[in-house]
């Protein structure tokens, strides 16, 4: 799909039909993300494909934003793989995490699947109850699949501030 259509009609889909995307679709989506500019390329990111009836239940019991959505993807990164900016007060394993996590949602978008950037949980939460690594720090879930029929982007998806509001030339 030519990108600006892909990021004008992509949306954040809050509702999914059963129907689950198939193994291929699922490691093209992988793929895509696993091109993702890191600093450093050092390529920090851990991906969690959950789909399990137990893997989906744990999700579950800490947001309530996965939409029964099939398949959930969760976005994590190495603490200790990461780029310590001059300075040393600041790291890349958030941003290196988010622009991973960002070619996964568009990569979704591009072959056809919804999906839905979820925040409303708490990490630490997840991470114990998902037993992940100590070394490891979440930073986002992707619900993916299919959109119910019916389901569309909500009231507010559209509106946008012109960009006089949210660039400066200097």
Known sequence: MEFS????TRYSCKQYSERVPDEATIQSILEMARLAPTAKNLQEQHIYVARSAQSLETIDAVTPCRYGAPVVLIVAF?????????????DSGIEDASIVA??????AAD????????NCFDPDKLHEALGLPEHEEILMILD???AAPGAGPLPNHFSRKP???TVSHI
């Open 78 to 90: 190495d603490k200790n793989n990461v780029y310590t900016y001059p300075g040393g007060t600041r």
């Open 111 to 118: 072959c056809g699947v919804d999906s839905c950037w979820v």
């Open 102 to 107: 960002t070619h996964l949602m568009l990569a």
């Open 163 to 165: 960009l006089d509001q």
């Open 5 to 8: 259509k892909l990021v004008g």
């Open 144 to 146: 993916l699949g299919y």
